[in-house]
């Protein structure tokens, strides 16, 4: 009887020693599971202690920061416009030319003869546009004179100049190194006895001024020779020139060396008028 009291008082100590370890065990889990939901023997999901609901997610590193977006400021400020060509002045020979600008952003540009003619009124626009590097062709070119062209453009968001910016350049004048010619000299033939006066007379392809000698000049102008009789006259359009010839005698012949210069400055060579007055 003895031996089977000491039995059950181990027996009950061993069940005393389970049941601590059994709470202890339960504490132990719920401290380390306490931020989520506990499961209940059906597998259901049971609502959160205030312990488990202060459970917050950490912050993002300095490294995740997300900066906030600013708004682009809007472009409200027209194309600038640089390096106009052609300048100065163009060769005399030049009929049509290609005219260009640079300007700093994506643009389109039209052009006007006028000043202070606004973008939208201009009807002439530029060929190859819609870049930074703007060009046109022009045919209208002469020689002798001054061309300008006035440009605006605008940019991708409606920003247009409203200042003129001038492409100007020249076409030089055709230089004429060519001496006037001189046709239809008069009188030609023998002149009867007994003439006393005559009348010289010549014509010229351009506008020159005639003068004559009664010697030869060579290459020389009238201005560089003191040989010079005497000069013509011209008609309006400077091609009739005339010169009255006085104190003729029977018998004799005269010469006179005819010399015209054009309005450039080329002098022809002498030619002869020979004049012969017949004998009684």
């Known amino acids: 009887m003895k031996e089977k009291g000491q039995t059950e008082i181990f027996i009950a100590i061993l069940l005393a020693v389970g049941i601590i370890l059994f709470f202890n065990y339960e504490g132990v889990r719920n401290s380390?599971?306490?931020?989520?939901?506990?499961?209940?023997?059906?597998g259901t999901s049971q609502p959160t202690t205030n312990r488990e609901s202060s459970?917050?997610?950490?912050?993002?590193?300095?490294?995740?920061?997300?900066?906030p977006t600013s708004t682009p400021t809007p472009d409200t400020t027209p194309p600038s416009r640089s390096n106009p060509q052609p300048t100065g002045s163009l060769p005399s020979n030049t009929l049509k030319?290609?005219?260009?600008l640079k300007t700093d952003e994506i643009a389109t540009c039209r052009y006007s003869i006028y000043e202070n003619v606004s973008y939208d009124?201009?009807?002439?626009?530029?060929?190859?546009?819609?870049s930074t590097f703007n060009s046109t062709e022009i045919t209208t070119l002469s020689p002798g004179k001054e061309f300008n062209f006035?440009?605006?453009?605008?940019?991708?968001?409606?920003?247009k100049n409203?200042?003129?910016?001038?492409?100007?350049?020249?076409v030089s004048s055709v230089t004429d190194t060519t001496p006037p010619q001189l046709r239809y000299l008069s009188p030609s033939e023998t002149l009867p006895a007994g003439t006393?006066?005559?009348t010289l007379s010549v014509t010229t392809d351009e506008k020159a001024y005639c003068q004559y000698s009664n010697y030869p000049t060579g290459t020389k102008s009238y201005s560089q020779t003191p040989l010079i009789s005497g000069g013509f006259s011209s008609n309006d359009f400077q091609t009739y020139h005339t010169a009255n010839i006085g104190g003729l005698e029977d018998g004799k012949v005269y010469d006179f060396f005819i010399k015209c210069t054009d309005t450039s400055g080329?002098?022809?060579?002498?030619?002869?008028?020979?004049l012969q007055i017949a004998s009684q």
């Open 32 to 42: 380390i599971f306490s931020p989520f939901s506990k499961q209940t023997k059906t």
């Open 55 to 67: 459970y917050t997610k950490p912050s993002p590193s300095p490294s995740q920061k997300i900066e």
């Open 97 to 100: 030319t290609i005219i260009n």
């Open 121 to 130: 009124a201009m009807y002439d626009f530029f060929q190859n546009t819609n």
């Open 150 to 159: 006035y440009v605006k453009c605008a940019d991708q968001f409606g920003n």
């Open 162 to 170: 409203l200042d003129d910016f001038p492409i100007t350049f020249n």
């Open 196 to 198: 006393k006066t005559t």
């Open 266 to 274: 080329n002098a022809s060579s002498d030619t002869l008028i020979r």
